[in-house]
């Protein structure tokens, strides 16, 4: 049984991932800010290109922290559990 690799670690507090611990997670996040770029300079000439950039990347980021975060996404205080 293989046992499974994680991208992002878990927050300490609030909900959601952390910042990336493996390469692919710093993979995902740089592709993340590349598209947020890339709206950015699409905003100016076609505000639906960017709107249309915008939402599928958020969503696919999202799904991706959600799966490959180490512990799962709920809510944590700090102590640690």
Avoid: D
Wanted: aromatic fraction near 14%; include cysteine; proline fraction near 2%.
């Amino acid at each position: 049984m293989e046992s499974k690799k994680y991208w992002f670690a878990q927050k300490r507090y609030g909900y959601g991932a952390g910042l990336p611990i493996a390469w692919q997670g710093w993979a995902v996040l740089a592709a993340y800010v590349l598209a947020i770029g890339v709206a950015t300079l699409l905003v100016e000439r076609h505000s639906l290109a960017a709107i249309g950039t915008l939402i599928p990347a958020t969503l696919v980021l999202l799904i991706v922290c959600a799966k490959t975060t180490r512990g799962g996404w709920r809510w944590r205080w700090g102590n640690g559990a």
